[in-house]
């Protein structure tokens, strides 16, 4: 019995709901931004440090109107920032990143601008916003979803039209250039909003990761029979960590016997599936994704598992990952196969006291109740001679008359949870 259950369990972990992680990047939302420069890379920001090299400072704020050297001449004109590092082509081909999970829908040299990169981010709530980015030397990415911190392209002098620096910009859908560049200058702003203003109000405070492992929709340990249907599932909210590198775990700790006390969730040429081991599920950044399926099942083996959804963020020392996990219990019971039935005279009317003796895969006896009703639980299955006596009686299967002092047996094999036996 023990080795059919390798086949067994590893049968009932292929049946499974796949995901694919791939997929996932459609649609994937944006709950945070950073800046497209000073948040990755080498330099940090510093937006009023003009001149400074070390970070990136602003030379031309959102709404503000500047000369050659950064000097304010008037107000509500500039409808992005324009960012800078060091002076001249200091920061020429620094690197420019993703500030958000979105979609590339803009990524080719604008008249004037250089090479110009747009990304469209869908919010939490729905709604769409893009980031622009203009003047660009390089476009290390032209189309397709992009995650928060990809690198895009590099800084450039929009073709030599500018001083070095990037002119990078956030739009609301009602945007008059929606999907398009320009305008750059306009005295009426609608549509445009204070980039930094906006990363800040969406840099996400939570430095935490909150993977979520539900079973059968419960967050709690669950006690099911081996014939209930398991269903697992899985989400993830990344906090403040989405888009940064991780290692994912999806585990499973079982009552089988080594090898196959651990199952791991695994993408192979069989699809997403669990295989024995216990080994690591993904690597790859962490983004958000909703409640999903990973094992819709029934028929476990008797005993306890432990489902584990870890998440480690590689902090640069292998050894020393932050993780982050959440885990459920779940105690697969088995039911023990029963018999019952009535004894009854052949007017239908119940006859009590009758002793009814279970031979068999278990051997015990029982006597009918006052309506002539007996039960035997916890059987094993297997199969059973049932053979029931009562002094004064001869108790006889189907359509005999009950004679006395005349034994019968009834014979049967279970087959099903439960059979019911009738005496006549
Ligand atoms: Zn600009």
Same mark, same amino acid.
Request: aromatic letters at 12%; glycine letters at 10%.
């Given at each position: 019995?023990?080795?059919?259950?390798?086949?067994?369990?590893?049968?009932?972990?292929?049946?499974?709901?796949?995901?694919?992680?791939?997929?996932?990047?459609?649609?994937?939302?944006?709950?945070?931004?950073?800046?497209?420069?000073?948040?990755?890379?080498?330099?940090?920001?510093?937006?009023?440090?003009?001149?400074?090299?070390?970070?990136?400072?602003?030379?031309?704020?959102?709404?503000?109107?500047?000369?050659?050297?950064?000097?304010?001449?008037?107000?509500?004109?500039?409808?992005?920032?324009?960012?800078?590092?060091?002076?001249?082509?200091?920061?020429?081909?620094?690197?420019?990143?993703?500030?958000?999970?979105?979609?590339?829908?803009?990524?080719?040299?604008?008249?004037?601008?250089?090479?110009?990169?747009?990304?469209?981010?869908?919010?939490?709530?729905?709604?769409?916003?893009?980031?622009?980015?203009?003047?660009?030397?390089?476009?290390?990415?032209?189309?397709?979803?992009?995650?928060?911190?990809?690198?895009?392209?590099?800084?450039?002098?929009?073709?030599?039209? !500018?001083?070095?620096?990037?002119?990078?910009?956030?739009?609301?859908?009602?945007?008059?250039?929606?999907?398009?560049?320009?305008?750059?200058?306009?005295?009426?702003?609608?549509?445009?909003?204070?980039?930094?203003?906006?990363?800040?109000?969406?840099?996400?405070?939570?430095?935490?990761?909150?993977?979520?492992?539900?079973?059968?929709?419960?967050?709690?340990?669950?006690?099911?029979?081996?014939?209930?249907?398991?269903?697992?599932?899985?989400?993830?909210?990344?906090?403040?960590?989405?888009?940064?590198?991780?290692?994912?775990?999806?585990?499973?700790?079982?009552?089988?016997?080594?090898?196959?006390?651990?199952?791991?969730?695994?993408?192979?040429?069989?699809?997403?599936?669990?295989?024995?081991?216990?080994?690591?599920?993904?690597?790859?950044?962490?983004?958000?994704?909703?409640?999903?399926?990973?094992?819709?099942?029934?028929?476990?083996?008797?005993?306890?598992?432990?489902?584990?959804?870890?998440?480690?963020?590689? !902090?640069?020392?292998?050894?020393?990952?932050?993780?982050?996990?959440?885990?459920?219990?779940?105690? &697969?019971?088995?039911?023990?196969?029963?018999?019952?039935?009535? &004894?009854?005279?052949?007017?239908?009317?119940?006859?009590?006291?009758?002793?009814?003796?279970?031979?068999?895969?278990?051997?015990?006896?029982?006597?009918?109740?006052?309506?002539?009703?007996?039960?035997? !639980?916890?059987?094993?299955?297997?199969?059973?001679?049932?053979?029931?006596?009562?002094?004064?009686?001869?108790?006889?299967?189907?359509?005999?008359?009950?004679?006395?002092?005349?034994?019968?047996?009834?014979?049967?094999?279970?087959?099903?949870?439960?059979?019911?036996?009738?005496?006549?």
């Amino acid at each position: 019995m023990k080795n059919k259950f390798p086949a067994v369990f590893i049968l009932l972990f292929s049946l499974i709901l796949i995901f694919n992680i791939k997929s996932m990047y459609a649609g994937l939302s944006a709950n945070n931004f950073d800046y497209p420069i000073g948040s990755y890379g080498s330099y940090g920001l510093c937006p009023n440090s003009k001149g400074s090299s070390s970070c990136y400072w602003l030379c031309q704020d959102f709404l503000k109107d500047v000369d050659d050297y950064c000097n304010l001449i008037s107000s509500k004109t500039h409808l992005g920032e324009d960012w800078n590092r060091g002076s001249g082509y200091d920061d020429y081909g620094d690197i420019i990143y993703a500030i958000g999970n979105g979609e590339i829908i803009y990524a080719k040299s604008a008249n004037g601008w250089g090479n110009v990169i747009i990304i469209r981010h869908t919010l939490a709530d729905g709604s769409k916003i893009e980031s622009l980015y203009g003047h660009l030397k390089d476009m290390s990415r032209t189309s397709g979803e992009v995650i928060r911190g990809e690198p895009i392209g590099t800084i450039g002098d929009g073709d030599g039209v !500018t001083a070095s620096h990037l002119h990078f910009e956030i739009r609301y859908s009602n945007c008059p250039q929606w999907g398009l560049p320009g305008l750059g200058y306009s005295s009426i702003s609608t549509g445009w909003t204070d980039p930094s203003e906006f990363i800040d109000s969406y840099q996400s405070t939570n430095l935490s990761v909150a993977p979520d492992i539900k079973a059968n929709n419960s967050d709690g340990s669950i006690t099911i029979q081996s014939t209930d249907s398991l269903s697992l599932t899985i989400e993830l909210d990344p906090g403040g960590y989405s888009g940064t590198d991780a290692d994912w775990w999806l585990t499973v700790n079982t009552p089988l016997d080594d090898p196959l006390d651990w199952f791991y969730y695994i993408y192979d040429n069989d699809g997403w599936s669990w295989k024995p081991g216990d080994l690591m599920t993904y690597k790859g950044s962490l983004f958000n994704f909703p409640q999903i399926e990973v094992l819709n099942t029934s028929g476990l083996p008797k005993g306890d598992y432990t489902f584990y959804f870890k998440i480690g963020i590689d !902090t640069g020392n292998t050894d020393n990952k932050q993780l982050f996990q959440d885990e459920i219990s779940i105690i &697969v019971l088995t039911t023990g196969y029963s018999i019952s039935g009535a &004894v009854t005279l052949k007017n239908g009317t119940g006859l009590s006291g009758v002793v009814l003796t279970l031979a068999g895969t278990t051997s015990e006896s029982t006597t009918t109740d006052i309506n002539g009703d007996y039960n035997f !639980t916890d059987l094993g299955n297997g199969s059973y001679t049932l053979t029931p006596s009562k002094l004064g009686y001869t108790l006889m299967i189907k359509n005999k008359i009950l004679l006395p002092m005349q034994l019968s047996k009834l014979l049967f094999s279970l087959s099903t949870n439960q059979e019911t036996v009738m005496a006549l």
